[in-house]
C-alpha cells in the first residue's frame, strides 16, 4: 500500500536536521509522496533542499498568512523566479486568518514568538498577499495549498471572483462548515483530514468529512504540528531544542488513514486508492 501527505513542513526547523531520517522512516511504512510546505522566502531553500533528498517531496513556495509580517519585499518577485526554475513545485501554503488576529500576544508567542515583535498582518494585507500568490498559481498552471481560519466568507469573496485554478487548491486541515463543501468542491477545491482531528474535542470537524465528495478528499499529518491523539502516534519523537514538546512524525500518516477508513466506514485499500488518485490529479506531475 501506498500512503500520500497532502501537507506538512519537514523544512521546519523543530526537527534538528533530520530531515533523511524521517524520510527514511516515513518511506519504510509506505509513504509514496509528500508535499512539504514553505511558510516564507526565507525557509523556500529548506524546502528545496527536502525535495533534492528524496523522490518523495513535492515542493511548494508560499508566504503563509502569520509570516506576511516579515515578508521580504521582493518576496513576491522571489515566488516567481522559483517557480520559474522549479517547473514541478507547487504553491503554498498561502490563506487567509482571522483567528489569529484575535489572539493576545501570550498565545500568538505559542506559535511564532516573533509575534512579540511585531503584530501580524491586518487581514487586509493578507488578502493582498493571498490574491496576488494565487494569481501567481494560476498563470503558472500550479497546484494551490490554502490555510482558513474564521476567515471562510471572505475567501469564498475572493474564490467567486478569481481566475479558477487549473489544477485546482487543496484546503489543507479543513475546518469550515459541511455547507460550504459543494460551492467550494465546484470552484476546484480538494479537503485534508489530519490526524489531529482525531482527538475527542474535534469531532465537529470530522463529522463534516463524511460530507467531502471522496474524489475531492486528501490525507495529511502537517508534521510537526497537529499531532494526532496518543493511540495514533505510532513514531513519538521530541524536539531536541525542547526535549518534552512532542512533534508529529510524516510517518504517523498510515494510522491516521487507517483511523479515517474507519470513521468513513469504508476499507482501508479502496481509501488508499482513491486519494492516490486524487492525489496524483492535484500534485501529479
Known amino acids: 500500500m501506498s500512503f500520500c501527505d497532502a501537507h506538512n513542513h519537514l523544512q521546519d526547523a523543530r526537527f534538528s536536521n533530520r530531515q533523511s531520517r524521517l524520510l527514511a522512516t516515513a518511506e519504510s511504512v509506505g509513504v509514496t509522496r509528500m508535499v512539504v510546505n514553505g511558510a516564507c522566502a526565507d525557509d523556500w531553500p529548506q524546502v528545496l533542499e527536502c525535495s533534492q533528498l528524496s523522490r518523495l517531496v513535492i515542493p511548494s513556495f508560499g508566504l503563509h498568512p502569520w509570516y506576511l509580517h516579515e515578508m521580504r519585499s521582493n518576496a513576491l518577485d522571489l515566488l516567481e523566479q522559483f ?17 489569529i488576529l484575535a489572539q493576545p500576544p501570550s498565545v500568538r508567542a505559542r506559535y511564532q514568538p516573533d509575534f512579540l515583535k511585531s503584530e501580524p498582518a491586518t487581514l487586509t494585507q493578507q488578502i493582498e498577499a493571498f490574491v496576488a500568490q494565487w494569481r501567481l498559481a494560476v498563470r503558472f498552471r500550479r497546484p494551490i495549498t490554502v490555510h482558513c481560519l ?3 466568507g471572505r475567501l469564498l469573496e475572493i474564490l467567486r471572483t478569481e481566475e479558477r485554478a487549473p ?4 484546503l489543507h486541515s479543513y475546518g469550515g462548515s459541511a455547507d460550504l463543501v459543494p460551492e467550494l468542491a465546484k470552484l476546484g477545491a480538494y479537503f485534508s483530514f489530519p490526524g489531529y482531528f482525531a482527538l475527542d474535542r474535534k469531532r465537529r470537524q470530522r463529522e463534516v468529512f463524511q460530507k467531502i465528495p471522496r474524489d475531492r478528499l486528501l490525507v495529511e499529518t502537517d508534521a510537526p504540528d497537529q499531532l494526532p491523539p496518543e493511540e495514533l502516534t505510532q513514531f513519538p519523537l521530541f524536539s531536541e531544542l525542547e526535549p518534552t514538546r512532542a512533534l508529529n512524525h510524516p510517518a504517523n500518516l498510515p494510522a491516521i488513514y487507517e483511523y ?10 479502496e481509501l488508499q486508492v482513491q486519494v492516490e488518485e486524487n492525489f496524483n490529479r492535484l500534485f501529479g506531475t
Open 83 to 99: 517557480l520559474t526554475k522549479y517547473p514541478h513545485s507547487a504553491v503554498g501554503e498561502i490563506g487567509l486568518d482571522r483567528w
Open 150 to 152: 474564521n476567515a471562510w
Open 167 to 170: 489544477r485546482g487548491f487543496l
Open 260 to 269: 479515517l477508513a474507519k470513521w468513513l466506514e469504508t476499507d482501508l485499500g
